[in-house]
């Protein structure tokens, strides 16, 4: 029974891979994407989303940043997800010698690591960059709001 009950948990872990390692290459893609906005927002945009009325540019701040957020967090998981996966299969091969198949498993472990490390790392970064920028236009055009009323 318990046999039975491992090795049908272990094909469903087995049938995570291939989806866990598309989900991280389209959050890469996306992590890309969403960098190159962050940096358009510091150089040039913020003149663009000043003439926004506050609470627009409020709910645009929100959306954005917990998109960097959801990078931060979501990349890291699915990376040790990926490394967790092929390590089964590999330690299992190394147990029967295969050491062709234990180094294709560790590649793939250290690669889904890496890409996913890397995905949270600038989720972190445009996250904090965008915090820093919302924070200050926000209070300029609250600081300008008062002045004027």
């Given at each position: 029974m318990t046999t039975s009950l491992d090795?049908?948990?272990?094909?469903l872990v087995g049938?995570?891979?291939?989806?866990v390692i598309a989900a991280l290459l389209s959050l890469a893609f996306l992590a890309v994407l969403d960098a190159g906005?962050?940096?358009?927002e510091r150089v040039g945009g913020?003149?663009?989303?000043a003439?926004?009325?506050?609470?627009?540019l409020e709910n645009l701040a929100r959306r954005r940043i917990a998109r960097s957020d959801l990078l931060a967090k979501i990349g890291p998981t699915?990376?040790?997800?990926?490394?967790l996966i092929p390590l089964g299969p590999g330690i299992a091969a190394l147990g029967r010698g295969d050491f062709m198949?234990?180094?294709?498993?560790?590649?793939?472990?250290f690669d889904t690591t890496i890409v996913g490390l890397a995905v949270?790392?600038?989720?972190?970064?445009?996250?904090?960059l965008r915090r820093h920028g919302f924070d200050l236009l926000l209070s300029r055009l609250e600081q300008e709001g008062v002045t004027h009323a």
């Open positions: 090795q049908a948990l272990h094909a049938l995570l891979l291939w989806p906005l962050a940096l358009g913020a003149a663009r989303l003439r926004l009325k506050h609470g627009t699915l990376g040790l997800m990926g490394t198949a234990l180094s294709q498993a560790v590649t793939t472990a949270g790392l600038v989720g972190y970064l445009t996250g904090r």
